[in-house]
């Protein structure tokens, strides 16, 4: 074969006719005698996708075309190829990478419309650009609607604006593959996630019957024991099975707290609009018998929004800080008390309680699962109380903190969306 056949092969010319110095941004394509495309040995053939060159392609069946653009553009940060019809750009792309393509509409053969469709069709990552000297309406509905073009110019076109649009077109294709590979990690992340919580409901299922068994059998067999020997045992004994009874009740409602901890993570949310008010109350009524207790009282104040939110998870805030305030008070009659506040197009609800109060050193992570004050073990609970409170306000897209001094109460705020409908519950992080 005899590659430097002027008759088969496209040259880059200068103005006066010269043929351009050969850089090492720019490469020229040809035919050889039999009509095959031959095309220089390049880098990216040996280099990896992720760090090869760019890779321009022009495609005009205009000589003196080329030859302008191949000079005016031979010192912009990419590797250029030239061919003179749409048949011989087919096989450049079949053979090595492409990035871009520039292709005039008018040539023999396809045309520049019906090219560009190819490529849509068989290489959609190509950014596809159209140029051509006979603009139209009806070419560019045509170019738009089958070739997907990426932009549309018509000739003369000034070289700065090609470039440019080169350039643009080089960046979105890059913006793209990102954006791809970053939706495809964030899919593959997604059904990761979901494999784990499918594995963590089946375990929290399983260890929750596992130890709930042994438990049951643990008190059934204490009680047994204070049946049968009734007055025969001594008051240390007693006092020993009290305890044993005590502590496998306690581990039960352990096991409880985790699971539902666990549920209000992984469950998805029924959507509707709450009463907060109505919340409050009935939650209210189910802490009744710890109110009667405590002599305590609950005020909750008439101006609580109707929310958009999941009603069974909102009363079980309401419950849980309400009990939470009911039982840190010690030292006298409990008073909690539930209001709101409009600010900004979401609602801020207070629940205040006049009890102990929360050490400043203490207050960082009270939010979190298991953890227990210094004041906490006089006071019955698992430590997941406020830690689920956590989890339901920010499912609801909210925010909650407290404010609290030893021995002047603790305020506890929570924030929620203003409207009652049409909204989806995102969660955020704490303040």
Known sequence: MNQNTDSHRVRSFCLSGEEAPATKNQEVAWLDEAGALVAPASTDQRASEG?????????????????????????QPYRLYTVRSAAEAVDVIKSRPVDLVVTDEAMPGMRGTEFLGWVASEYPEIVRIMLTGKPSVEAMMQAVNHGEVYRFLTKPCEVVSLAMTIRTGLEHKRLVTQNRELLDLTQRQLAELERSNRQLEQFAMVVSHDIRAPLQTIRSYCELVQDVAGEHLSAEAANFLEEAVGGADRMGRLVEDILEYSRI?????????????????????????????????????KTLPTVLGCKARLQQLFQNLLGNALKFCTDRSPRVLVTAENLAGEWRICVEDNGVGIAPEEQVNVFEAFCR???????????????????????HGGRIWLQSEPGEGTRIYFTLSGCTSGSNCHGTADP
């Not at 760090?51 to 010192?75: C, F, H, I, K, Y």
């Not at 209210?284 to 009667?292: A, K, P, T």
């Open 265 to 301: 993570r992984r469950t998805p949310q029924r959507l509707e609009s709450v009463d907060l008010g109505q919340a409050a109350n009935t939650a209210v009524e189910d802490i009744s018998s710890l109110l009667r207790e405590k002599n305590g009282r609950v005020i909750v104040a």
């Open 51 to 75: 760090d090869r060159e760019d890779v321009v392609l022009l495609v005009d069946d205009e000589p003196g075309v080329l030859q302008a653009l191949s000079r005016n553009l031979r010192r």
């Open 373 to 395: 004050g210094a004041k906490s073990h006089a006071v019955e609970g698992s430590g997941l109380g406020l830690a689920t409170c956590k989890q339901i306000v920010q499912q």
